[in-house]
Nanobody
Framework: QVQLVESGGGLVQAGGSLRLSCAAS????????MAWFRQAPGKEREFVAG????????HYVDSVKGRFTISRDNAKNTVYLQMNSLKPEDTAVYYC?????????????????WGQGTQVTVSS
């Protein structure tokens, strides 16, 4: 069982930066693939970024490549999403997820545990 708690969301102007954190409970954190998803109003939840158990493999949706960076600290049971050059279209609730599959999996069903989400709002 893994419990996930996101933090770091907020309101930022376009071009600004935010760093999201996801703290995980449980001793098996380092064995899980971790990912960030987001859901904007009226839209489906979409994959943003994924990272494998060691941090050696990462994947991103095309719309955030070069702007967002996913990382993890297994000693702290935490995964991060550094978001730079934010755009209004990045506005969404961001969710942290944990699963046992390949870190490039983008479907919700590949992830077994989810956080409650943190709101990110980017103003123009």
């Amino acid at each position: 069982q893994v419990q996930l708690v996101e933090s770091g969301g907020g309101l930022v102007q376009a071009g600004g930066s935010l760093r999201l954190s996801c703290a995980a409970s449980g001793r098996a954190f380092s064995t899980y693939t971790m990912a960030w998803f987001r859901q904007a109003p009226g839209k489906e939840r979409e994959f943003v970024a994924g990272i494998n158990w060691s941090g050696g493999s990462t994947h991103y949706v095309d719309s955030v490549k070069g702007r967002f960076t996913i990382s993890r600290d297994n000693a702290k049971n935490t995964v991060y999403l550094q978001m730079n050059s934010l755009k209004p279209e990045d506005t969404a609730v961001y969710y942290c997820a944990a699963g046992k599959y390949y870190s490039g999996r983008r479907d919700n069903g590949a992830y077994d545990y989810w956080g409650q989400g943190t709101q990110v709002t980017v103003s123009s």
